[in-house]
């Protein structure tokens, strides 16, 4: 199995455990502003890097922005760039520490994204 496949395993895993109460999105309809935010959330996850971000965070628990440029393989402004986006969008949260930004996943965001869809997921 090679590493992509094992990081989306383990996001996919992640997600199934980490459950919330929340209407799925395929079982009742949704308000404009529900709508509204999920639309803005998965934007933020349909881009290659944001999902490498997002599953490179996931697998770490919490990680340097710093350390997040080599493993993707692009320059540290874009890095931020993306994570400016996942963080905007609540997907992840950040902490400086002196000169560094740490960041982690909101597992509430990320709960509620695949809560949305989870007859998609229990179906496939």
């Given at each position: 199995?090679?590493?992509?496949?094992?990081?989306?395993?383990?996001?996919?895993v992640f997600l199934m455990e980490k459950m919330l109460c929340c209407t799925p999105l395929l079982t009742?309809?949704?308000?404009?502003?529900?709508?509204?935010?999920?639309?803005?959330?998965?934007?933020?996850?349909?881009?290659?890097?944001?999902?490498?971000?997002?599953?490179l965070i996931a697998d770490r628990?919490?990680?340097?922005?710093?350390?997040?440029?080599?493993?993707l393989g692009i320059s540290q402004p874009t890095v931020s760039h993306h994570l400016?986006?996942?963080?905007?969008?609540?997907?992840?949260?950040r902490e400086r520490r002196g000169r560094w930004i740490h960041y982690r996943l909101v597992?509430?965001?990320?709960?509620?994204?695949r809560q949305a869809l989870a007859p998609a997921i229990v179906s496939s």
């Open positions: 199995m090679d590493r992509l496949t094992h990081i989306s395993t383990y996001v996919n009742t309809p949704l308000q404009r502003s529900d709508a509204d935010e999920l639309a803005a959330r998965f934007r933020a996850l349909a881009d290659p890097v944001r999902l490498r971000l997002l599953s628990g919490e990680v340097c922005a710093c350390d997040l440029v080599v493993p400016r986006t996942l963080f905007e969008a609540d997907l992840v949260a597992d509430s965001t990320v709960d509620a994204l």
